[in-house]
């Protein structure tokens, strides 16, 4: 369920910024939810074309999105992405019809969110994770994606690319006007992995948004978390970053079990459960 409007936490949940005149930006202040992540806002995107808009992500599901973009999507025909199946991306799922995720992030999604794990809310956000017994609904209806689709919104074509490595089944978008949307594959900051073993897909993974990018004369990238609008160069620093990880001491966290290698611009953070 989601909470009623008379409540007090729905009202400027979410940040909304145009962007451009076909891109907005919708944040979530992520730490008022849980500040054990390294994360400060998380970042879903409106692509609006001239019949149809594009969410890419739907956010913890905390509080209704709807209201907050129906005032931007009017009548066009709407479809929902999700970048990867993590709480922070999925939770809003079941306001939407039918939301799109990659197969292979598919198969966690069939059952209801537990959100016990969150232990950092403020009293406001847990009060009301209490009253809803830390349970969100799911979505309504998903469907699978390849990783290779290309939608058609009306004067502007939206690309997915496969980038596994954050999840098995994470994806990117991008606009054939240069904008990468990169979901947790990339971000200026945290860098979470789920092991040391699949660092290689992972750099496999950003050398596609690289090459994806020489396509545009200047492309920005636009990720799930923190900063946005970012030089193409961040990608370079990071795999430089990810080449350097044996001359660091990794530091352990044990609140979210991991082990971090902290660089000036990136945490490289690799689950250890
Ligand atoms: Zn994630
Ligand atoms: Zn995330």
């Not at 990071?238 to 609140?255: F, G, R």
């Amino acid at each position: 369920m989601a909470l009623n409007n008379s409540n007090s936490i729905d009202k400027d949940w979410y940040l909304i910024k145009k962007i451009t005149p076909y891109l907005y930006l919708i944040q979530e202040n992520f730490e008022k939810i849980d500040s054990h992540y390294y994360t400060s806002f998380t970042n879903m995107y409106l692509i609006i074309g001239s019949h149809t808009a594009l969410l890419f992500d739907t956010g913890t599901g905390i509080v209704n999105l709807k209201p907050y973009i129906k005032p931007i999507i009017k009548n066009h025909e709407l479809i929902v992405i999700n970048s990867h199946n993590h709480f922070d991306h999925v939770g809003g799922n079941y306001f939407f019809e039918e939301t799109m995720i990659h197969r292979l992030d598919f198969k966690k999604l069939t059952k209801n969110m537990d959100l016990r794990f969150l232990s950092s809310s403020n009293s406001i956000v847990k009060n009301y994770l209490e009253k809803i017994n830390y349970e969100l609904s799911f979505a309504n209806s998903m469907v699978p994606l390849n990783g290779d689709e290309v939608f058609e919104l009306g004067g502007l074509k939206v690309n997915v690319i496969y980038t596994p490595g954050h999840t098995p089944g994470s994806i990117c978008l991008y606009l054939d006007t240069g904008e990468i949307f990169t979901g947790d594959t990339f971000q200026l900051g945290a860098i979470f992995l789920p092991s040391t073993e699949i660092v290689n897909d992972y750099i496999v993974s950003l050398n596609k948004i690289l090459n994806i990018a020489t396509k545009f004369p200047n492309p920005k990238l636009y990720p799930g978390h923190e900063k946005i609008g970012l030089s193409i160069n961040y990608i370079h620093e990071l795999i430089n970053t990810i080449n350097l990880i044996e001359t660091k001491t990794p530091v352990i966290d044990n609140h979210i079990i991991s082990k971090i290698y902290d660089f000036t611009d990136f945490k490289l953070i690799f689950s250890m459960e």
